[in-house]
Protein backbone atom coordinates (compact mmCIF):
# COMPACT_ATOMS: atom_id res chain seq x y z
CA UNK A 1 0.00 0.00 0.00
CA UNK A 2 1.47 3.42 -0.83
CA UNK A 3 -0.16 6.67 0.62
CA UNK A 4 0.09 10.24 -0.38
CA UNK A 5 0.68 13.15 2.52
CA UNK A 6 -2.47 13.91 4.25
CA UNK A 7 -3.64 17.26 3.01
CA UNK A 8 -5.43 19.90 5.16
CA UNK A 9 -8.63 18.23 5.66
CA UNK A 10 -7.58 15.04 6.64
CA UNK A 11 -8.16 12.99 3.35
CA UNK A 12 -5.35 10.91 1.01
CA UNK A 13 -5.51 8.50 -1.81
CA UNK A 14 -2.72 6.14 -3.02
CA UNK A 15 -2.49 2.58 -4.70
CA UNK A 16 -2.65 -0.94 -3.13
CA UNK A 17 -1.30 -4.26 -4.36
CA UNK A 18 -2.64 -7.21 -2.81
CA UNK A 19 -0.66 -10.39 -2.47
CA UNK A 20 -3.95 -12.52 -1.84
CA UNK A 21 -6.91 -12.47 -3.78
CA UNK A 22 -9.96 -15.15 -4.48
CA UNK A 23 -9.40 -15.16 -8.11
CA UNK A 24 -7.75 -16.22 -11.26
CA UNK A 25 -7.27 -12.95 -12.37
CA UNK A 26 -3.79 -11.42 -12.51
CA UNK A 27 -3.66 -9.34 -9.32
CA UNK A 28 -3.11 -5.07 -10.50
CA UNK A 29 -2.14 -2.47 -8.36
CA UNK A 30 -5.98 -1.08 -7.30
CA UNK A 31 -6.52 2.65 -6.28
CA UNK A 32 -7.93 3.70 -2.62
CA UNK A 33 -9.54 7.33 -0.79
CA UNK A 34 -9.44 7.48 2.35
CA UNK A 35 -9.82 10.38 5.44
CA UNK A 36 -8.29 10.66 8.49
CA UNK A 37 -9.70 12.06 11.97
CA UNK A 38 -8.33 15.31 13.23
CA UNK A 39 -5.53 15.51 10.83
CA UNK A 40 -4.00 18.07 13.22
CA UNK A 41 -3.71 16.37 15.98
CA UNK A 42 -1.28 14.16 17.44
CA UNK A 43 -1.38 10.59 18.70
CA UNK A 44 -3.21 7.41 17.41
CA UNK A 45 -5.97 8.40 14.88
CA UNK A 46 -8.56 6.77 13.65
CA UNK A 47 -8.78 6.41 9.33
CA UNK A 48 -11.05 5.06 6.81
CA UNK A 49 -10.31 4.13 3.07
CA UNK A 50 -12.07 2.14 0.20
CA UNK A 51 -9.81 0.03 -2.31
CA UNK A 52 -11.64 -0.16 -6.20
CA UNK A 53 -10.11 -3.34 -6.71
CA UNK A 54 -9.11 -3.79 -10.60
CA UNK A 55 -9.06 -7.23 -11.47
CA UNK A 56 -12.17 -8.13 -9.03
CA UNK A 57 -15.84 -6.65 -9.66
CA UNK A 58 -15.79 -5.80 -5.47
CA UNK A 59 -14.78 -2.81 -3.27
CA UNK A 60 -13.41 -2.99 -0.45
CA UNK A 61 -14.06 -0.38 3.16
CA UNK A 62 -11.05 -0.40 5.50
CA UNK A 63 -11.49 1.14 9.01
CA UNK A 64 -8.84 1.06 11.68
CA UNK A 65 -6.35 3.11 13.98
CA UNK A 66 -3.16 4.09 13.60
CA UNK A 67 -0.76 3.44 16.41
CA UNK A 68 2.63 5.23 17.15
CA UNK A 69 5.53 3.58 19.49
CA UNK A 70 7.48 5.29 21.47
CA UNK A 71 10.19 5.15 18.69
CA UNK A 72 7.71 6.30 16.00
CA UNK A 73 7.20 2.84 14.61
CA UNK A 74 3.98 3.43 13.01
CA UNK A 75 1.03 0.30 12.62
CA UNK A 76 -2.53 0.28 10.99
CA UNK A 77 -4.32 -2.09 12.57
CA UNK A 78 -7.82 -1.98 10.30
CA UNK A 79 -10.87 -4.37 10.11
CA UNK A 80 -12.31 -4.64 6.71
CA UNK A 81 -15.29 -5.60 4.83
CA UNK A 82 -15.52 -6.67 0.99
CA UNK A 83 -18.10 -6.82 -1.29
CA UNK A 84 -18.12 -8.59 -4.44
CA UNK A 85 -20.58 -8.17 -7.04
CA UNK A 86 -23.48 -10.79 -7.45
CA UNK A 87 -25.97 -11.76 -10.14
CA UNK A 88 -29.17 -10.70 -8.09
CA UNK A 89 -30.02 -8.90 -4.81
CA UNK A 90 -31.38 -12.72 -3.83
CA UNK A 91 -27.69 -13.87 -3.85
CA UNK A 92 -26.44 -10.54 -1.44
CA UNK A 93 -26.16 -12.99 1.32
CA UNK A 94 -22.74 -14.19 -0.16
CA UNK A 95 -21.44 -11.00 -1.79
CA UNK A 96 -19.39 -10.31 1.66
CA UNK A 97 -16.07 -10.85 3.64
CA UNK A 98 -14.72 -9.35 7.03
CA UNK A 99 -11.39 -9.83 7.75
CA UNK A 100 -8.75 -7.38 9.64
CA UNK A 101 -5.04 -5.96 8.65
CA UNK A 102 -2.04 -5.21 10.46
CA UNK A 103 0.21 -2.79 8.35
CA UNK A 104 3.97 -1.56 9.47
CA UNK A 105 5.17 1.34 7.81
CA UNK A 106 7.87 0.71 5.44
CA UNK A 107 10.50 3.94 4.22
Known amino acids: MTLSALDAAGT???SYHTAVAATNKQ???SPLQGAQQNPGAKG????????QWQFADSTTAFVGQCFVDRRGKETLETTWLLWEEVP???DAWKATRVGTSIFTRIK
Open 12 to 14: FSG
Open 27 to 29: ILV
Open 44 to 51: QPTFGFTV
Open 88 to 90: SRR
